[in-house]
């Protein structure tokens, strides 16, 4: 299976911040990378897929980018909604694998 | 808009069969596949496999071979996933999610559904 590293666990900012979350694979995945956010009622939502493809609906203060194993997630201008935990998730092989989540604190 | 309505939570003991539905509204349902992801309390997110909507075929990830299952009702434009001979490890919400159209990410999710099992 291919490992997906998040090193940050936590992630403490402020409002008007800027922030970025960092996710690694433990192989190439060719940039099938995606971003979740879980909010903490537990819903999910996507907002990124294909390392840079903002999902319709997402603020434009999101956005990303990466290659190779190495993939990274930016918040900017931060807001009051955005405390949540943020997930990647490979989908360039068999089983899907995610991250274990960097949670943003405000 | 797109919604997966799943069913509400779940206490059920350990040997138990458990059935939750995920119901699909605002696209066509067997126009893409459905995924179902665990969530273990206080943990990450984990794929269990997925089912193709317009044939009914499901896909299991090694961990979730044996006692999952995942079902359509293509009429009813609904999914289900069934686990039979619960186990305390069970205790998890579950997701459903929906495939996005090009490469593989999950562009709507289901809201949860919480399954306690405990005796």
């Known amino acids: 299976d291919v490992q997906m590293t998040q090193t940050t666990s936590s992630l403490s900012a402020s409002l008007g911040d800027r922030v970025t979350i960092s996710c690694r694979a433990g192989?190439?995945?060719?940039?099938?990378l995606n971003w979740y956010q879980q909010k903490p009622d537990g819903t999910v939502q996507l907002l990124i897929y294909y390392t840079s493809r903002l999902h319709s609906g997402v603020p434009s203060r999101f956005s990303a980018s990466g290659s190779g194993p190495d993939y990274s997630l930016t918040i900017s201008n931060l807001e009051q909604e955005d405390l949540a935990t943020y997930f990647c998730q490979q989908g360039n092989t068999l089983p899907f694998t995610f991250g274990s989540g960097t949670k943003l604190e405000i | 808009q797109i919604q997966l309505v799943q069913s509400g939570p779940e206490l059920k003991k350990p040997g138990e069969t458990v059935k939750i539905s995920c119901k699909a509204s605002?696209?066509?349902?067997?126009?893409?596949?459905m995924h179902w992801v665990k969530q273990a309390p206080g943990k990450g997110l984990k794929w269990m496999g997925w089912?193709?909507?317009?044939?009914?075929?499901?896909t299991y990830a090694e961990d979730f071979k044996g006692r999952f299952a995942f079902s359509v009702v293509t009429s009813a434009s609904t999914a289900y996933l069934q686990i039979i001979n619960l186990k305390n490890e069970d205790t998890a919400t579950y997701f459903c999610?929906?495939?996005?159209?090009?490469?593989?990410?999950?562009?709507?999710w289901g809201q949860g559904t919480t399954l306690t099992v405990s005796s």
């Open positions: 605002g696209y066509t349902f067997t126009d893409y596949s």
């Open positions: 192989q190439d995945i060719s940039n099938y």
């Open positions: 999610a929906k495939r996005g159209l090009t490469t593989a990410h999950f562009d709507y």
């Open positions: 089912i193709n909507t317009e044939t009914g075929e499901p």
